[in-house]
DNA sequence: GCATTTGTGTACCAATCGGTAAAGTGTTTA
DNA sequence: TAAACACTTTACCGATTGGTACACAAATGC
């Protein structure tokens, strides 16, 4: 019998998306046995801190994820306006064309929220940061380009709830083109 | 000892409050018998199907004071404009200024999306059919309304997720006002 | 070659889960 | 006034929860 050896970060992408698809609360450790093959002593030998490390670890996997793809590509973009339509295609290929959900939004819309508060604020914090600061380069009027990421990032979260309650994904990307129509529209003066 | 007697509509409020805040699967029986003040006994004599069929009354009750407060408004109000600015209006106040989360936002993001599909679909199929409806009513361009709908009922919805995640229930209102502006611009030709 | 590290499987734990059964209390109705 | 009804209380059920303990196997380092 060969054993299959593991590594701590093979298990995380498999952990996010049972989390994206089941919620915090709706993750119990027999399901994360399932969908990993992996048994609670493996489980446990890399998540000593059980279910909320293992949560713990997939949202700073993600953080890293949007931090080195999205907020790093809108700050370092040469063109800024290169950079916001590279954003919305990285995000609509990220969360597979509505399809998926953003485990951010799953946690904070789920009764664990507290739990993981520093994680979201972080997350949301910079991505409405860097896309402000972006907008701002690309030459939107500077009193307007915060609330204007911010009506990005939380559009983006709305369209996501929104697609998978209408069980039509598609409103996802229609939603996301009206948003970027939105960044190109009052230029700087 | 005077007893307590209780309605099945007197529990829903409660009921709701408390899946709002846990989530479905993080409302437990227990958590349920805490809040409410009833015991299993009472909770079973009302809702013979369990915490599936209390879910399901709290979201019929939803549905129907979004129907009956919104919805309707929106279709009847003899001035559209003005019934979609008491929209954003009953919006913000339903929604406590954004300390409040969506239940149907919180249910859609969770794990058991697909016990209640239907009551999800159909909330919000009905406010993005009403809005557009509304909308052109307004003046707005006729190929265009039925997006802007949906940009705005997915608005809401990520703004409600923002705000929680920021822990600024404020970007509610500044998002609220920004998708109320979209309302009056393009007006007829 | 031997010890250590790294990963796995199995058995077990108390606590809680959602749900059931039935006796009991008060209120309405006939 | 007696039966029917509406609500509550208490005790209980098997299953599952997140978590622990520990023996064991394979790779790694010296």
Known sequence: ??????????????????????????????????????????????????????????????????????FDALREGEDPVEAIEAMFASVDSYFRQGRRLCLMGVIAASG??????????????????????????????????????EEIVGGIQGALILARSLEDPAAFGRVLSRLKARCSMAPAS
């Open 112 to 149: 664990a929220h507290d739990r993981f508060a520093r994680e979201l604020n972080g997350y949301f914090t910079d991505w409405r940061t860097e896309l402000a600061a972006t907008l701002e380069r690309a030459g939107a009027p500077a009193a307007e380009c915060s609330a204007l990421a």
């Open 1 to 70: 019998m060969s054993r299959i050896v593991t590594e701590r970060k093979d298990v995380i992408a498999t952990l996010a998306e049972t989390f994206r698809e089941h919620g915090y609360d709706g993750t119990s450790l027999s399901l994360i046995t399932e969908k990993t093959g992996l048994g609670k002593g493996s489980l446990y030998h890399f998540f000593p801190g059980g279910k909320e490390e293992m949560a713990e670890a997939v949202l700073a996997d993600i953080s890293a994820w949007f931090r080195a793809h999205i």
